[in-house]
């Protein structure tokens, strides 16, 4: 399609064909007489059109491709209707590929040979929506960076009985967590473990995970090699295997909207201003041309709601069109399918032995494919170490109301067969929300948790460690709802689980909340285990904010073990380095519970430390958490790296450094900066404050966004100068008046180029000794100019009344 311009030689082309090809037209609609095709002005051969198109007198602002044909019919092919505005139909098609006009249903068209244009007339139903994305535009997808270098995580905590001051000779032992991972463009290997001296039966080194993995942005899978959890559905349960994996991986791609997200559609009967609302918020401010249209990509998030889009024509006539919708992560878009799939050998023991795994190989896959915006299908298949597994699923849409799931699955070990049924509800209405599930097993059903796991615990004897089996039966239901007066929300739940050994728990749970002066909350929790009169629990007080990250709250707990008044007094930390955090807790009652911690967030690493008092005993803790990070050339200490992380390099000391516009930092003495909280294959924007850089730094750019790769790092170059070699220099020209404002000049010496402003003054850079400019004039005149250059360390350097010649 050809916005509305003409080529050269298109004008002729145009002009010799428009008579015949509006008669022909006319022709076929009824319109006019024709000649009789044996005159010699009847059309006897085919021609190609170049017409402005207007649908139903509206401008369209596009020039379309169509071909006259000999029977006075107008073709174009299905690609240039859609951009016109028509929807192609399949039978309209002829045996070149081209599609008639005249064929589609309440189309009508006529050439207008003195306005060279088509004009055709259509009904909504036979026209192709404007589409409208209200998405926002964030530049569209970024190719991850993939660089080299490595990240060590540490957790060190220490603990004593005791106060402090018998700290030494009542020290519990020190303990560890350790997650390291050096990465690379082709891909990432991760190592984890935990270390302690404080218990000899499970003290010493115990390694956890030990994984390489590699993302494929472009077709979204990621592989993994080593330790991984097996993927699953709603109604299967993932176990920990030592081998390979295949997963689809949506995080790849964050521009990508994977949720069958509901559409606004509607029609325009004269070019109009479009509002859209989400949640009574308004989303979008744009215009609409006369006709169909369609709103695609609501930023709604899943749950229950209502849309609303406002049309306003230039008369101020409003029309208001309100959808309400229900979005379930349930739920996959039209043809987007989310696959797993892992061969391996089923782990045991995590966490207390490095390496034990089960001696049989064993294998699982799960699929969803979203057949249609309101249809999802699930499979599910296991196997090995003697079980056959296999279910299949289905989540759909009820609309508004909200989404349901089915799924049934069997099973076979040898002898042993059994059956799964699984169902779930969720749904809103009048404001309130409810999630129902159900599972039941039949006969003896089996998976790969229960046939690999063990029964008995070798650590601990031969007493019962733990039922791996499928439960008999679980059933969860849960209920919220906004209560009459305001800002107040009431939640039930009730949860039953049978396991396979007949052992039965129902434990119902209900909780209040109501937000009141200055976000200040009153809240109320109670919980009831109905098969135990023993367990049962409720907790009430008030939480009030108190600015500067200061929160204070009270209440009273009830238990099996008596009643308590708790008062808690909590100063939340921040990122940037320098922050700090307290807590005190205090609850009296039959045992005295007292804690007090303190935290501070240095450059190097987070600390804390804490003292507790239970009853008569006390103890007191201490701990460190950072990370050692490899990038760049260079080894940096900070806080923890959980995902990604970056380098600042400001090019010089003590410039502030701000993360998604919060700041995180100052650089070092080099003018670097560790920034550890970046989101791998997301845009993270990275800024500096140029106030305290230098008077004489050359500072091309304030602001970055990086996109890094799994859990990788990237090095952020402001390209800061200190000694830039460049200086404000003032042109005149010979009889002493400033050269003219627009000015354009560059060094003879290399390409540095420079503007004139005002004053005749410009901004020169590259400088040597001695430089020669050439400038030319806004008149069309050029001059030369010769000076010297002294650089002038912590100063601007200013040259004043440059002779231009």
Same mark, same amino acid.
């Given at each position: ?11 002729a ?11 022909a037209?006319?022709r ?31 401008p ?19 690609q ?16 070149d ?36 994305? @209200? ?20 957790t ?11 700290? +030494? ?39 956890l ?23 699953g ?5 993932? @176990?920990? %295997? ?6 689809t ?9 994977? +949720? ?25 401010t744009?215009?609409?041309?006369? /006709? ?9 998030a899943?749950?229950?709601g ?18 309400p919708?229900?979005?379930?992560s349930? %739920? ?7 696959f797993?799939?892992?061969l ?45 597994? =296999? ?23 040898g ?24 599972q ?22 031969n ?27 009431l ?12 052992d039965?728990?129902?434990?119902? =749970? ?8 200055r ?27 108190f ?36 807590r ?14 303190a ?10 430390? =804490? @003292? ?10 201490a ?27 400001? /090019? ?12 995180? /930092?100052?650089?070092?003495s ?14 993270n ?21 990086? @996109?890094p ?9 402001? =390209? ?7 200086a ?10 400033p ?6 000049g ?33 008149? /069309? ?25």
């Amino acid at each position: 399609m050809r916005r509305l311009r003409f080529r050269p030689g298109v004008e002729a082309a145009v002009l010799l064909v428009g008579f015949s090809g509006s008669l022909a037209c006319a022709r076929a609609q009824g319109l006019m007489d024709i000649p009789s095709p044996t005159d010699t002005k009847a059309v006897t051969t085919e021609r190609s059109l170049q017409l402005n198109v207007m649908i139903n007198e509206s401008p369209v602002n596009l020039i379309g491709s169509f071909q006259l044909r000999p029977d006075g019919s107008l073709a174009a092919t299905p690609q240039e209707l859609r951009e016109i505005g028509l929807i192609p139909i399949d039978n309209a098609i002829g045996t070149d590929g081209l599609i008639r006009l005249d064929r589609l249903p309440g189309v009508s068209y006529r050439v207008d040979e003195a306005n060279q244009m088509v004009r055709i007339t259509a009904p909504d139903a036979a026209r192709a929506p404007h589409i409208i994305d @209200v998405r926002p535009q964030t530049g569209g997808y970024v190719a991850p960076q993939r660089s080299y270098g490595g990240v060590l995580n540490y957790t060190l905590f220490a603990s004593s009985d005791g106060a402090f001051w018998r700290y +030494l000779r009542s020290f519990q032992g020190l303990s560890g967590a350790f997650d390291g991972r050096v990465f690379s463009p082709y891909g990432t290997f991760s190592q984890s473990a935990i270390a302690s001296t404080a218990s000899p039966e499970l003290g010493g080194l115990t390694r956890l995970d030990s994984s390489w993995a590699y993302s494929d942005t472009e077709s979204l899978i990621t592989y993994r090699g080593g330790d991984t959890i097996s993927g699953g559905l709603s109604w299967t349960r993932s @176990v920990r %295997l030592g081998g390979v994996q295949v997963q689809t991986n949506f995080a790849l791609r964050p521009d990508l909207v994977t +949720l069958p997200i509901p559409a606004l559609s509607g029609s325009a009967a004269v070019p109009s201003t479009l509002d859209v609302y989400t949640q009574n918020v308004k989303t979008y401010t744009g215009s609409v041309p006369a /006709g169909p249209f369609q709103v695609t990509n609501l930023p709604i998030a899943t749950g229950a709601g209502t849309a609303s889009v406002v049309l306003n024509d230039a008369l101020g006539r409003q029309i208001v069109t309100t959808l309400p919708f229900y979005v379930s992560s349930q %739920l996959l878009k039209e043809g987007l399918y989310d696959f797993s799939a892992e061969l391996g050998f089923a782990r045991r023991f995590y966490g207390i032995e490095s390496n034990n795994y089960d001696a049989r190989p064993v294998g699982s896959a799960s699929l969803r494919y979203g057949l249609t915006n309101w249809l999802t299908l699930e499979g599910h298949a296991e196997g090995g170490a003697g079980l056959s597994n =296999g279910g299949v699923g289905a989540a759909f849409s009820l609309g508004a109301l909200g989404a349901a799931s089915l799924a049934v699955a069997g099973s076979q070990v040898g002898d042993r067969a059994g059956g799964l049924f699984n169902a779930s509800l969720e749904m809103s209405f009048w404001g309130a929300s409810l999630y129902v599930r159900t599972q039941r097993t039949f006969g003896n059903y089996d998976d790969i948790a229960s046939v690999t796991a063990p029964i008995l615990d070798p650590k601990f004897g031969n007493s019962s460690f733990f039922s791996a089996l499928v439960p008999k039966a679980l059933d969860q239901v849960t209920f919220s709802m906004p209560l009459p007066f305001e800002r107040s929300n009431l939640n039930l739940s009730y949860t039953q689980l049978e396991s396979a050994l007949g052992d039965r728990n129902r434990i119902v =749970g209900l909780s209040f909340s109501r937000n009141f002066f200055r976000d200040s909350t009153i809240f109320a929790t109670a919980f009831k285990d109905i098969d135990d009169h023993r367990s049962f629990g409720v907790f009430a007080g008030i939480s009030v904010p108190f600015g500067n990250d200061v929160t204070v709250s009270t209440g009273v707990q009830s238990g099996p073990t008596g009643t308590s008044v708790v008062t808690d007094a909590m100063k939340s930390e921040r990122l940037e380095t320098g922050s700090y955090g307290a807590r005190v807790r205090d609850a009296e009652g039959s045992t005295p519970n007292r804690s007090a911690t303190a935290s501070y967030r240095a450059s190097f690493g987070r600390v804390e430390a =804490g @003292v507790q008092q239970y009853g008569s005993n006390t103890r007191a803790t201490a701990q460190i958490d950072g990370s050692i990070a490899f990038a760049g050339g260079g080894v940096f200490f900070g806080n923890r790296i959980d995902d990604a992380f970056a380098v600042v390099n400001a /090019g010089a000391p003590n410039v502030a450094v701000q993360y998604e516009n919060r700041p995180v /930092g100052v650089t070092d003495s080099r003018g670097l900066l560790l920034v550890p909280y970046l989101n791998s294959y997301q845009k993270n924007k990275i800024s500096i404050d140029p106030r305290n850089l230098p008077v004489d730094a050359d500072v091309p750019r304030t602001r970055e966004v990086v @996109v890094p790769a799994d859990r990788s790092g990237v090095v952020v170059n402001f =390209g800061i100068s200190e000694t830039p070699k460049a200086a404000l220099v003032t042109f005149t020209d010979g009889k002493g008046k400033p050269l003219a404002v627009g000015a354009q000049g560059h060094l003879e010496s290399g390409k540095q180029t420079f503007v004139i402003g005002y004053d005749g003054q410009g901004y020169v850079q590259g400088l040597t000794d001695q430089n020669i400019a050439a400038i030319d004039l806004p008149d /069309g005149g050029s001059c030369r100019a010769a000076f010297g250059y002294a650089p002038k360390p912590g100063e601007q350097v200013a040259i004043k009344d440059v002779v231009c010649e």
